[in-house]
């Protein structure tokens, strides 16, 4: 899926120990389709000797942004 315009807030950070969780916000508009996107998002990280060890990303897309 291709987003114009895509857009990223990240209004909330949590760090404990090597771990940092970050809350947000992602936003466009699906190129396909035309629909505006704004879909919650969290950014999950873990360190290693300052250096990122892990990074999952996590961002439900609507099934309609698709249609």
Known sequence: MTV???GLVMNEFVAMDDKVV???R???TVKRTGKSLNV???HYWVFRDGKVAH???FAPVPADAYR
């Open 40 to 42: 919650p998002v969290a």
């Open 55 to 57: 990074y999952r990303n």
């Open 4 to 6: 114009e315009n895509p």
């Open 26 to 28: 992602f936003f466009g």
């Open 22 to 24: 970050a809350l947000g």
